[in-house]
Nanobody
């Protein structure tokens, strides 16, 4: 059974950094559009960063632009979300998602109305607090 597994969440102080990792069980992430999403209590799910590994195109939500970086680790076949300058409003459960046929514009994968995602991870919690 195909699965996505997130890791790297935790508690960090404002201004700190965390590195989230997404790995695929029994499939190669290089062939999929990958997105990082987050959902805070009482809020709608938000697509924060998406990547099309085949074209190396990336998208970032305005709320994280300049602070978060999505990338592929080819050696380990993982997708990394490097989060810097974290703010309390970044507190949420972060999910990794995979799309077998990513849209032409990778930002569409991150859109709340997009329904083409095939696989979701179970999430990793991130808490930004002093």
């Amino acid at each position: 059974q195909f699965q996505l597994v997130e890791s790297g969440g935790g508690l960090v102080q404002p201004g700190g950094s965390l590195r989230l990792s997404c790995a695929g069980s029994r499939f190669t992430l290089a062939y999929y559009g990958i997105g990082w999403f987050r959902q805070a209590p009482g809020k709608e799910r938000e697509g924060v960063a998406c990547i099309d590994p085949a074209k190396n195109t990336k998208y970032y939500a305005d709320s994280v632009k300049g602070r978060f970086t999505i990338s592929r680790d080819i050696a380990s076949d993982t997708v990394i979300l490097q989060m810097n300058s974290l703010k309390p409003e970044d507190t949420a459960v972060y999910y990794c998602a995979a799309d077998t046929y990513p849209p032409f514009t990778i930002g569409t994968l991150c859109a709340p109305t997009y329904t083409g995602i095939d696989y979701w991870g179970k999430g990793t919690p991130v808490t930004v607090s002093s």
